[in-house]
């Protein structure tokens, strides 16, 4: 079954049904799940799901090997602020109880510490207008707190001034 699984997901173009793949093999921790994820965290460029991929290559690498990988996410979260300052649909997904806590938590590692401060640091800047509209919970799963259309209308007021 994960083979199918793993296989869909590398020929899969449609990145929701990716992403929902990659959480579900997240889970299953397949035995062949190192390769799987290392392979998973090359081809995303969403920071979600790479940080996705980490979560599930970690319960198979070592504490250095998961840090290179943290490392080069570290540096382009770092830019994400310039060139998407209001990057919150993956700043929320990223600090959900899915992503960054569970990591924190699991495997207490320099290198999650720093790129949970950086994440933090680069959220707290941000406009409250962008903050809290959804979030994640340990399953992956999307939770909406502000209704979208309300969500938007304060966007367009902000975005406006």
Do not use: W
């Amino acid at each position: 079954m994960e083979e199918t699984k793993m296989e869909t997901y590398f020929n899969t173009k449609d990145i929701a049904k990716r992403n929902a793949l990659l959480k579900q093999i997240v889970f299953d921790l397949p035995e062949q799940g190192k390769d799987f994820f290392l392979k998973a965290y090359k081809k995303e460029r969403y920071l979600d799901m790479r940080l996705t991929a980490i979560r599930g290559y970690s319960a198979f690498a070592s504490e250095e090997e998961v840090a290179v990988l943290i490392n080069k996410m570290l540096e382009i979260l770092k830019k994400r602020s310039e060139t998407t300052p209001y990057n919150y649909e993956e700043y929320e997904i990223l600090r959900s109880a899915f992503l960054m806590p569970y990591l924190v938590e699991k495997y207490p590692y320099d290198c999650f510490k720093k790129f949970n401060e950086q994440l933090e640091k680069q959220y707290h800047i941000m406009p409250d207008v962008f903050k809290g509209i959804f979030t994640c919970n340990d399953k992956g799963e999307h939770i909406q707190l502000i209704p979208p259309a309300v969500a938007r209308k304060q966007m367009e007021g902000f975005l406006r001034k």
